[in-house]
């Protein structure tokens, strides 16, 4: 069990990363192994080295191809949306239960623990993520969104710490009614939004 006929290496790559996603998902890091995602993918142990040098660069690459990306998802499929809108949006989904897939960050992140190997490439992903997450930020507070005086960078980390959150505490360990978290929500981007002109509240400075 080599290279599929008529399967191009493009193809072959993606069965691969779709393969890897699942047996991640379903079984961890540890509990996975190449020949299983080979196997799932209908090629040889050869045919998955050619195109990946370790379990750890296999794990990463399903994570950016298959891993939740929901904001980006909202961006792309509602441009017009401001940045605090979407935040909003992607902020109600994260107590919902979700595909296995959804929960491959997890994975990742415990095995970026225990393994070196997987600890280089999830620091480099995680950078990626937080980088384009604080340029959303920077646009909403160039266009008077959120209060310029936030600092992009703890923001978008209280942002992660509250997206692993909701892949962590699923739904059936702890549940919260749509419409209070969607209220808690509000309230916190509120808080977020640039303080108000006493000139044009009819405040005293």
Known sequence: MGRIAGVTPAETRERLLRAAADAFARRGYDGTRVADIAAAA????????????????????ALRTHGRRLLADLLAAEPDRSITELLLVAGRGLPRRRDARGDLVVEALVAARRDADVAGPMRDYMGERADWLAGLVRLAQHHGELDPGLSPDALVHFCLLLA?????????????????????????????????DPDQTGEQP
Not at 42 to 61: C, D, I, M, R, T
Not at 176 to 194: C, E, F, H, Q, S
């Open 42 to 61: 209908g090629v040889s142990n050869g045919a998955l080295y050619a195109h990946f040098g370790s379990k750890a660069e296999l794990l990463v690459a």
């Open 164 to 196: 692993l959150g909701g892949a962590l505490v699923p739904p059936e360990l702890h549940a919260v009614d749509d419409g209070d978290w969607a209220d808690l929500l509000i309230r916190v981007v509120a808080a977020l939004a640039p303080p108000a």
